[in-house]
């Protein structure tokens, strides 16, 4: 072993003794983890859209960044129907929700500003806001009151800049829903902007899967990202804004400015894809029949809080007994990953099970039986 990596060797290893050393392991048996809500990623339906764009000449990269000969018209069409989608008046399309996060939270709020973020945000936007100058709160997770009493004891304590109030319509560990219409008051109480990430709602709920923050879309004060890689099936994240965001991103945005501009064969592909998504109603029909099944048969025999969206967690709480589970289940021919800290908290390992139009009821059930047999007493 090199010196030099001694100290990672000995971190590698307090992590497998803890049962949270992680590795990467190939896809294998029934779909119960990805964020392919709506079963696109490998459809043939996007298999004919970068079909499509290649034989429309489209480059399959781009080149370099978007300021200097990344900037493509793929680009620039997909942001434009995006807006158009989203409700927002204007929209930057950028490669990974990651990327759009930092982007966002290190850009946008300023020095003398004051961001409050809910306890269990992305890691994204943590990463983010570290590389920003805005002081930063947590609140209470789905707690608006928290979030009100964050902003009045810091202009209490003499706080004087812009207030931004950072969640997600939907989280991703937990499947619950934020109280979006209640912190849009808030929003509006302290004069604040609200940032809110719809990963995990694009493409499955609001009207033509426009998200769960579709009735603030518009509102000069409000910012929605809606990642492309979950529900829409390919890659890449957009940033609805107002259009003096965006270009203050394009302008100032480091994770925007020093990153390669996306593929415009993807850019390509994500346009079909919300086309294809506001289309068929049908497909989200399809996919609550399924979560309606997993609340019907899983959630009571687990114990599990059932869940009206399409992420159910099941809190273990341990986390070799989680890992085991997981295994054991894996054997079993179903994909479902345990899920431990520092990801969820101290206490909360848990299996994440992720409904997609990847597996039918039959699956599900199966799922169901297979559970009875494996979970292993604490």
Same mark, same amino acid.
């Given at each position: ?45 996007? /298999? +004919? ?26 680009? *620039?069409?997909? *942001? ?17 929700? =990651?990327?759009?996060?930092? !982007? ?8 003398? &500003? ?6 269990? @945000? ?16 947590? !609140?209470? /997770? ?31 560990? +937990?499947? &619950? ?19 809110? +990430?719809?990963? /995990? ?37 957009? @940033? ?5 965001? @965006? ?8 994770? =925007? ?24 109603? +049908?497909?989200? *029909? ?93």
């Amino acid at each position: 072993m090199i010196a030099f990596f001694e100290e990672q060797a000995a971190q590698l290893d307090a992590l497998k003794r803890a049962s949270r050393l992680r590795s990467l392991a190939p896809r294998s048996g029934k779909d119960f983890a990805s964020n392919d809500y709506l079963g696109l990623a490998g459809s043939t339906l996007l /298999h +004919d859209a970068l079909r499509e764009g290649m034989a429309l000449g489209l480059p399959a990269g781009s080149g370099g960044s978007r300021l200097l000969r990344g900037n493509h018209p793929a680009h *620039e069409a997909l *942001e434009a129907e995006a807006a158009a989608h989203y409700g927002s008046a204007s929209a930057l399309f950028v490669a990974t929700g =990651f990327a759009a996060n930092a !982007a966002i939270f290190a850009t946008l709020p300023q020095r003398g &500003d004051l961001v409050v973020h809910d306890a269990l @945000i992305h890691a994204s936007a943590h990463d983010g806001m570290r590389l920003g100058r805005a002081e930063t709160r947590a !609140a209470l /997770h789905n707690d608006p009151q928290a979030f009100e009493d964050a902003i009045t004891a810091w202009r209490g304590s003499g706080g004087a800049g812009r207030v931004w109030i950072a969640v997600e319509s939907l989280y991703s560990m +937990d499947g &619950d829903r934020a109280p979006l219409a209640d912190l849009a008051q808030v929003a509006a109480r302290h004069d604040a902007i609200l940032i809110i +990430d719809e990963a /995990h709602a694009t493409g499955v709920f609001g009207t033509g899967g426009r998200g769960l923050a579709e009735a603030l879309a518009g509102q000069p004060n409000v910012i929605t990202l809606h990642t492309c890689g979950k529900a829409l099936g390919c890659e890449g994240a957009l @940033i609805c804004a107002p259009r003096i965001a @965006i270009d203050f991103i394009i302008n100032r945005g480091r994770p =925007f400015i020093f990153s390669t501009a996306p593929s415009p064969l993807v850019a390509h592909m994500v346009r079909k894809a919300i086309g294809l998504v506001a289309s068929h109603d +049908d497909w989200r *029909e399809d996919l609550f029949a399924r979560v309606a099944e997993v609340r019907t048969l899983l959630a009571p025999r687990l114990g599990a809080t059932p869940s009206d969206t399409q992420i159910l967690p099941v809190i273990i709480g341990e986390d070799a007994r989680t890992m085991r589970i997981a295994s054991a289940l894996q054997r079993q021919g179903f994909d479902i990953r345990g899920i431990r800290p520092p990801t969820v908290p101290q206490g909360t390992a848990r299996l994440r099970i992720s409904i997609t139009r990847n597996v039918t009821k039959g699956d599900i059930g199966a799922l169901s039986e297979s559970l009875d047999r494996i979970m292993i007493p604490a």
